[in-house]
């Protein structure tokens, strides 16, 4: 259960999140839907401490981690895998590389520093790739994959953190429509296979209509929806992404 | 589950083939850096034995040029070690002076040059063979002795040391430059090209934006640098504090020795917090200009 109480965060004078509270059942895909600039990103950068909170809580099954330092912290972070809509992916490394970077918050510093990864844990690596179809190009530098295998290679990477949520920050926004339903599908099934809950940011309705059950609109920093999809009518819909897109 | 250990079983017999490829070659590369640093430990008669016993006599000079300041009378005592105070800190600043205007000479030099020695601005092949070869040349001629060969054609003083500074910073700037010129994306440049741009102005409008701050920085780090040279090169007569430093180590005149070394000290770190201020402020804009937009993705 992840619970979010009062939180803000302010940039100089900007007001880039404004007292949002919610909370995420375990197992929930939840999509935030607005416009850009409203927040989104701001949210999800909270939750995995990329972002300091200006003031606010954030609690995960009880355990208050807006307070977390050090190897705690790290740990954490582990704990809720972040996917970035430019994919993030160190362009130098090979892909598997690439995936095991999602396991150093567990292995001893050396083992970071020679690349000598164990056998075990390279062995999670290739089963987390093969389960997004892109096993065939471990061995590749990752900028020569395309932007939607470059997605899937950091989903991997997200899985071997053996996270217990998904941060997803606009995971599709720079992807072809192909590519977008894979990842997509991809995300969903994690979501259902394993039971991760997910936080996926999202600019288009159509998408959060079709994955998600509900969903958090934010406006201007505010939380000014929380609900089913079902319920989103179009005075909601004017509300999140202002008059002239309704 | 059959396909999984598949794709393991494939995955690790390529990447052990990788490895097989890379490693020898890592295993020989291993071994050429052990010989090589060997050799020069051999060819350049560096031994221990040697280091330990002259330790004590790097130690005995430091102390004969150390000052009797006692604290009692530190205010005649410093007044007596700084006799020379007002010439040196007028040699000090004729160094900083040299150091600051070979840098402004040597920078627009290598400015200018290092545009023809990336290989991507198509200058072809012959202007950036022609460019690199010229920086090399600038490079390797030690400082000392382009300032022995100035001091012999225009005489001693400061004009030599300016030269000689001038044209090894030319030579360091352009290769870094040019590098950094290098690493440039050519998206970008398509757009500028596609508007019907002529080269020069692809240069001022595609290139210059993206290189400025590293440019800028290996400037700032270059005077730092430069200011250290302008003091070294006076030793052969070509103007500034080392002059000044040369004549007194040749005379034997300790207390004059670290005087000039701790006004030297001084001059510099006050060289390197001013150029770091300026560093971070231009750092500080380019990331204020990133983070203009907080909350957008």
Redesign the interface.
């Known amino acids: 259960m992840l619970e979010i109480t009062a939180l803000s965060r302010t940039?100089g004078n900007?007001r880039?999140?404004e007292a949002v509270s919610l909370s995420v059942a375990p197992g929930e895909f939840v999509g935030v839907i607005g416009r850009?600039?409203?927040?989104?990103?701001?949210l999800l950068r909270l939750i995995n401490r990329l972002v300091e909170p200006s003031s606010g809580e954030i609690s995960f099954n009880g355990e208050t981690v807006s307070a977390l330092s050090g190897r705690e912290l790290r740990d954490w972070r582990r704990r809720c895998a972040m996917i970035f809509?430019q994919f993030n992916l160190i362009d130098r490394l090979s892909v598997?590389d690439n995936v095991l970077v999602g396991r150093v918050a567990m292995l001893p510093r050396w083992r970071s520093w020679t690349m000598a990864w164990p056998v075990a844990d390279?062995?999670v690596a290739?089963?987390a790739?093969?389960?997004l179809g892109i096993?065939?190009h471990?061995?590749k530098r990752a900028d020569q994959l395309s932007g939607g295998q470059q997605q899937r290679v950091a989903i991997a990477r997200a899985l071997v953190q053996e996270p217990q949520l998904i941060l997803a920050?606009?995971p599709v926004?720079s992807l072809d429509p192909h590519s977008t339903r894979t990842v997509m599908d991809s995300l969903a099934r994690i979501n259902r296979e394993d039971g991760l809950t997910v936080l996926c940011?999202l600019h288009h309705l159509d998408l959060a209509r079709e994955y998600c059950r509900r969903v958090i609109g934010v406006a201007a920093?505010r939380v000014v929806f929380d609900g089913p999809i079902e319920a989103l009518d179009a005075a909601t819909i004017r509300m999140i992404y202002g008059e002239d897109e309704a | 589950m059959t396909h999984v250990s598949d794709a393991i079983g494939r995955v690790e017999a390529a990447r052990r083939a990788q490895m097989r490829r890379t490693g020898w070659k890592t295993l020989l590369f291993g071994g050429a850096l052990a010989v090589l640093i060997g050799l020069s430990l051999h060819q350049g008669e560096v031994s221990w034995t040697k280091f330990i016993t002259g330790l004590p006599r790097f130690g005995a000079y430091i102390i004969r040029i150390l000052p009797d300041l006692s604290f009692a009378t530190l205010g005649a005592d410093l007044q007596g070690w700084m006799w020379n105070l007002p010439n040196w800190l007028k040699l000090l600043f004729d160094t900083v002076l040299i150091a600051f205007v070979s840098t402004v000479m040597g920078a627009i030099i290598a400015f200018f040059l290092s545009f023809p020695a990336a290989r991507n601005m198509g200058f072809g092949r012959v202007s950036t063979q022609l460019a690199r070869r010229f920086f090399e040349f600038l490079r390797t001629v030690p400082e000392l002795v382009f300032a022995l060969l100035f001091v012999f054609a225009f005489g001693l003083g400061p004009m030599a040391g300016v030269l000689a500074i001038t044209l090894h910073t030319a030579g360091v700037l352009g290769k870094m430059m040019s590098e950094i010129n290098e690493t440039i994306t050519d998206r970008s440049l398509e757009g500028v090209i596609a508007a019907g741009a002529s080269r020069d102005r692809v240069i001022r409008l595609g290139v210059v934006p993206q290189v400025a701050p590293a440019f800028v920085s290996y400037i700032l780090l270059r005077f730092e640098i430069n200011v250290r040279s302008a003091s070294v090169i006076g030793l052969v007569g070509a103007g500034g504090i080392g002059q000044e430093l040369m004549f007194v180590i040749n005379q034997f005149i300790y207390r004059d020795i670290s005087a000039i070394l701790a006004l030297l000290i001084v001059t510099v770190a006050i060289v390197d917090i001013v150029s770091e201020t300026i560093r971070h402020r231009i750092i500080a804009s380019e990331v204020s200009h990133a983070s203009a937009t907080p909350s957008a993705h």
């Not at chain 1, 850009?36 to 701001?42: C, H, V």
């Open positions: 940039y900007v880039a999140l850009s600039g409203a927040g989104k990103s701001t809509q598997l390279r062995v290739i089963e790739l093969e389960r096993s065939e471990a061995l920050d606009e926004a940011n920093g």
